[in-house]
């Protein structure tokens, strides 16, 4: 049985309205649509936005067009960008209540939970903003005498970025600060079920002193707001983190004028178990990996891979202690596993349980969605008996729900590993050195844990392999990420080698 957490009605609740950010202006939008946002706990509006249309969105591209051209920012040294980026993080740090908040209220994620991604993107800014002082190309003073060769970093232009639901101000983080350390400018379009904290991101920025119309914050559906900032000639460089699907569309319509994209896109991430490992420890991070954000998030540990010699123990284990996962009420501090972001998803998740058992898996655990009386909740489930083929074990289920598959060598389970489209992160268990290493080395995947899981931090890069993205977020690189190379070729004292004789030159 698990252990359910009844959502309390939001009674005297009062719902938060916001306007867009655009050229440092809080407006409306030009149609006067509205968006609601009902909390996935407890089934309430709980924020009201103004909507993006395409002309807003032209609008928003065309400030952080002329923020750009106009050379401010861009010119600004990385101190002055830097120190910037350092206010911004303190007031992260002062409004991470009423931020987490709004992540928990609008995504149905713990509040626990919720703070601690606000400490987290507060450390991401702090990071960027020291890399900001840093960014450098090169010079080659071994060309010969004649000849010096500087490789300079430049800003790439006009960055649009499109963040998903699931860590609405954490994948902000991920992306805006590196972008702003290279001293581009911006236009951010969350998604529409979470867009709040984006929104204070933009007053935090403005009370920071980042300049009118550098970062441009603007909310709307995907088709409406977002293919406008994927497609439109004045953008440089898109920057996404969403499904595969919707990845593709976006590298597509940026194909059209040859824009440079950087893609965050889906998992399906393997645990690899070996029977040397240290159980307690890998029991808890199968369970923590599978149901942390109630398993919407990409970096899910949605696949076990385990050795058949401890099959039986590992499923009946991982069984028991998921029963005892915390489910419900987002803003109880206790609870583990919130709400399911949307009603719909909520029946995707469950199709895929169904699917399973059709096809001859067994449910270990759960299986079932969790009527709590608001809101909507899915109980964490284990699905034994999974094939490698099956639905569930390849495709993103993006929900609580936990596939536990089977190995006999090593070459197995790399070999199941690999067997799918997605290559985001995996993990591998086992006390000895050597099986870790060939694991990690072989298994096709942009992180890899070994004897933890999804354990990060700032420094680390992250992002896919296959389609699971293109290109790398966080560590040292990520500045550069947004930056264009340029060659500065300098010739030194008399100019020799001419291409016309002397004769002809005079
Ligand atoms: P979606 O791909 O549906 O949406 C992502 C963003 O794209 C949203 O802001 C959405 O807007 C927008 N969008 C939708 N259609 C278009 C379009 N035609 N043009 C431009 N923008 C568009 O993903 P979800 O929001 O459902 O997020 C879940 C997905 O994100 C999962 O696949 C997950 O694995 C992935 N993800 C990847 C991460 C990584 O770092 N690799 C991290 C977190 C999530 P709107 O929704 O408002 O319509």
């Excluded at 991430?269 to 890998?282: E, G, T, W």
């Excluded at 029946?347 to 608001?374: C, F, P, Q, R």
């Excluded at 870790?436 to 942009?446: D, I, K, N």
């Amino acid at each position: 049985m698990t252990v359910l957490m009844r959502p309390k009605p939001l009674d005297g609740f009062k719902v938060r309205e916001f306007n867009m950010l655009i050229d440092g202006k809080w407006t409306a939008g030009a149609e006067g649509k509205i968006l609601e946002r009902a909390s996935p706990g407890h089934g309430a509006v709980v924020s009201r936005y103004q909507a993006a249309t395409a002309v807003d969105a032209n609008r928003a591209i065309a400030s952080a067009r002329k923020a750009f051209d106009d050379g401010h920012w861009p010119r600004m040294t990385g101190a002055e960008r830097s120190r910037i980026l350092l206010r911004a993080a303190d007031i992260i740090d002062e409004r991470a209540d009423e931020l987490a908040f709004l992540d928990c209220i609008e995504s149905g994620k713990p509040i626990s939970q919720a703070k601690g991604e606000l400490g987290g993107a507060a450390d991401i800014w702090r990071y960027a903003a020291a890399l900001a002082r840093d960014l450098h190309g090169e010079s080659y003073n071994t060309l010969g005498d004649g000849t010096l060769g500087v490789v300079l970093r430049e800003a790439i232009g006009v960055v649009s970025i499109i963040t998903p639901w699931n860590f609405p101000f954490l994948i902000v983080s991920q992306k805006l600060p590196f972008a702003l350390a290279a001293g581009c400018t911006a236009v951010v379009k969350p998604s529409e079920l979470t867009s709040g904290s984006t929104l204070v991101l933009g007053e935090i920025l403005e009370a920071a002193g980042v300049p009118a119309g550098v970062v441009n914050v603007i909310v709307g559906t995907g088709p409406e707001a977002g293919a406008p900032l994927t497609s439109h000639p004045d953008i440089d460089m898109v920057s996404f983190t969403g499904s595969t699907g919707i990845g593709k569309l976006t590298m597509a319509n940026a194909a059209q004028t040859l824009k440079k994209v950087s893609l965050e896109l889906g998992g399906k991430n393997p645990q690899i178990v070996f029977p040397d490992a240290n159980l307690d420890d890998f029991i808890d991070a199968a369970v923590f990996g599978a149901y942390f954000n109630a398993g919407e998030c990409c970096n899910a540990g949605s696949r076990l891979i385990v050795h058949r010699e401890i099959l039986d123990e590992v499923t009946s284990r991982v069984a028991a202690l998921s029963a005892k996962v915390k489910v419900g009420d987002p803003l109880d501090p206790s609870t583990q596993v919130g709400a399911i972001i949307t009603p719909q998803h909520l029946a995707k998740i469950v199709s895929y349980v169904k699917g399973a058992s059709e096809n001859g898996a067994s449910v270990a655990v759960g299986g079932t969605a969790a009527d709590l009386g608001l809101g909507q909740f899915m109980e964490p489930t284990i699905l034994s008996s999974v094939a490698p083929d099956m639905a569930v074990a390849k495709e993103e289920v993006f929900g609580p729900v936990l596939s536990v598959l089977a190995f006999e060598t090593t070459d197995e389970a790399i070999r199941v590993a690999n067997s799918i489209d997605y290559g985001l992160s995996a993990g591998v268990w086992s006390r000895d050195f050597d099986t870790c290493l060939t694991v990690g080395r072989r298994v096709r995947a942009g992180t890899v844990w070994m004897n933890t899981f999804m354990d990060g931090a700032s420094e680390l890069p992250f992002g896919g392999y296959r389609q699971s993205g293109i290109g790398r977020e966080l560590g040292r690189h990520a500045v550069e990420d947004y930056t264009e190379t340029k060659t500065l070729n300098m010739h030194i004292g008399p100019r020799t080698g001419h291409w016309m004789p002397k004769e002809a030159r005079g």
